[in-house]
């Protein structure tokens, strides 16, 4: 497992453990420290602390699933032989080339 894959893994545990406080505080009502926050400046609404966390993880999520698929796709890339096409090819017996059969 490539060094990029476990850094992903671990953003998700921690993924996962910001949706699970960001739901409990939305469950529960808790307005952590009694405040709200506004969004983009805007006074007319406003967002409990288990919004925030809960667009916190989505946000979080998204670089998780961003960094795994790069790890994936650069184990792939790794793993296929760099097989570089001859400039040209033989002629078969017939004098003809496989590309052009």
Do not use: C
Not at 29 to 45: A, E
Not at 49 to 68: D, E, H, N, P, Y
């Amino acid at each position: 497992m490539s060094g990029l894959k476990r850094v992903a893994l671990v953003f998700g545990v921690v993924t996962l453990l910001l949706f699970a406080d960001g739901i409990y505080l939305l469950a529960t009502h808790n307005q952590v420290g009694g405040d709200t926050g506004t969004l983009f400046g805007n006074s007319n609404y406003f967002l409990s602390a288990g919004t925030v966390v809960v667009i916190s993880a989505l946000f979080l999520l998204v670089a998780t699933v961003i960094m795994w698929l790069v790890a994936v796709r650069r184990e792939d890339r790794e793993r296929r032989p760099a097989a570089d096409p001859p400039a040209s090819e033989p002629p078969g017996p017939s004098g003809r080339t496989a590309s052009r059969a």
